[in-house]
């Protein structure tokens, strides 16, 4: 039997360490979880401040299957861009194509009941004003012994785009030189008193000249009709101005040569040779602006525009064959 002060003693220590596993995990997650929520209230920001415009593009893009985004179709966004649904914005409705049966230029915009109204009582006014306007000048003929003369060859009536005045040649009675833009002394003195009155509305004016059918023997490579109709036209306005009409009322000055005959069945007939002055209304006035204001629009070249020359009278053109 042994002693047992002899048995060595034994101490167990227990290590309490613990998680060392997982030490720096709940980091990683937390990270992820405040950048998860950054995002949702970046997002929750981006929506609020947002077009209800944008919007509806957003959902339209998440609506749109692939298939019609690459090939058009339903809802396949603006399409002018050179990717079929990849336009350059998403509010953007010119070039709409496939959403509407009709195309965006003559969709009904909703106008306000009160703008309507305003835009409806001025187009009365301004109808009421161009029919005072061709009463007044109707008056005014009959009253001049001098317009009284020309009265068949001054032409009044209300059109859609505003009152025209047409100043008409008769056969043995034409309202310029034979071939040129030089005005008899009746057209300049018809001129005069017409002016005095168009000063009388705050519309703006369109004037134009016609010939005939005739050309010159030099063919159109050289001085034509056009250039014809487009001096006459500019002489009426230089004229119009010397007889009292304000010179910021003219708006434009064309020629438009034999294009637009008074009598089509008959191109030669002296009553094609004319000059046509047009009291414009409101709403061609702004349609001619906007025409202007789009550089992207190529000027027909019949419709020659004019600078305004100060020249009292244009040169004499190379001699026709046949009166104009």
């Keep these: 039997?042994?002693?047992?002060?002899?048995?060595?003693?034994?101490?167990?220590?227990?290590?309490?360490?613990?998680?060392?596993?997982?030490?720096?995990?709940?980091?990683?997650?937390?990270?992820?979880?405040?950048?998860?929520?950054?995002?949702?209230?970046?997002?929750?920001?981006?929506?609020?401040?947002?077009?209800?415009?944008?919007?509806?593009?957003?959902?339209?893009?998440f609506k749109t299957p692939l298939k019609v985004a690459m090939q058009g179709g339903e809802g396949s966004g603006t399409s002018s861009s050179v990717i079929k649904g990849g336009g350059p914005v998403l509010n953007k409705t010119v070039g709409e194509m496939r959403r509407s049966t009709v195309p965006v230029e003559?969709?009904?915009?909703?106008?306000?009941?009160?703008?309507?109204?305003?835009?409806?009582?001025?187009?009365?006014?301004?109808?009421?004003?161009?029919?005072?306007?061709?009463?007044?000048?109707?008056?005014?003929?009959a009253q001049n012994p001098l317009l009284k003369k020309f009265e068949k060859q001054i032409l009044i009536d209300i059109t859609p785009e505003g009152l025209r005045i047409q100043i008409v040649d008769e056969k043995n009675r034409p309202m310029?030189?034979?071939?040129?833009?030089?005005?008899?002394?009746?057209?300049?003195?018809?001129?005069?008193?017409?002016?005095?009155?168009?000063?009388?509305?705050?519309n703006k004016l369109s004037i134009s000249g016609h010939t005939d059918a005739t050309h010159y023997s030099g063919g159109e490579q050289g001085y034509s009709n056009w250039e014809l109709s487009t001096d006459r036209a500019n002489a009426s306005r230089r004229e119009l101005i010397r007889g009292g009409m304000a010179e910021s009322k003219v708006l434009r000055v064309v020629g438009l040569a034999s294009a637009v005959p008074f009598d089509p069945k008959n191109p030669f007939n002296p009553v094609n040779r004319r000059i046509t002055l047009i009291v414009l209304n409101k709403q061609t006035e702004e349609r001619i602006m906007q025409e202007s204001a789009q550089p992207s629009v190529t000027d027909v070249p019949s419709l020659t525009e004019l600078d305004g020359s100060s020249s009292t009278e244009p040169a004499a053109p190379p001699a026709s064959v046949a009166a104009h």
């Excluded at 835009?119 to 061709?134: F, S």
């Excluded at 300049?188 to 509305?201: D, F, Q, T, Y």
């Design 176 to 202: 310029f030189a034979l071939g040129s833009a030089v005005l008899k002394p009746y057209t300049m003195e018809i001129l005069h008193e017409i002016g005095k009155v168009l000063n009388e509305v705050p």
């Design 106 to 141: 003559k969709r009904t915009l909703k106008i306000p009941p009160i703008q309507q109204a305003k835009e409806k009582q001025e187009k009365t006014r301004e109808k009421t004003r161009l029919k005072a306007l061709k009463a007044r000048l109707e008056k005014m003929i």
């Design 1 to 61: 039997m042994s002693d047992d002060s002899q048995r060595p003693i034994i101490i167990k220590r227990v290590k309490k360490g613990g998680h060392g596993a997982h030490g720096g995990a709940w980091k990683i997650a937390y990270a992820d979880f405040v950048t998860a929520m950054m995002a949702f209230f970046l997002l929750m920001w981006l929506l609020s401040s947002s077009s209800k415009a944008t919007l509806q593009g957003i959902a339209e893009y």
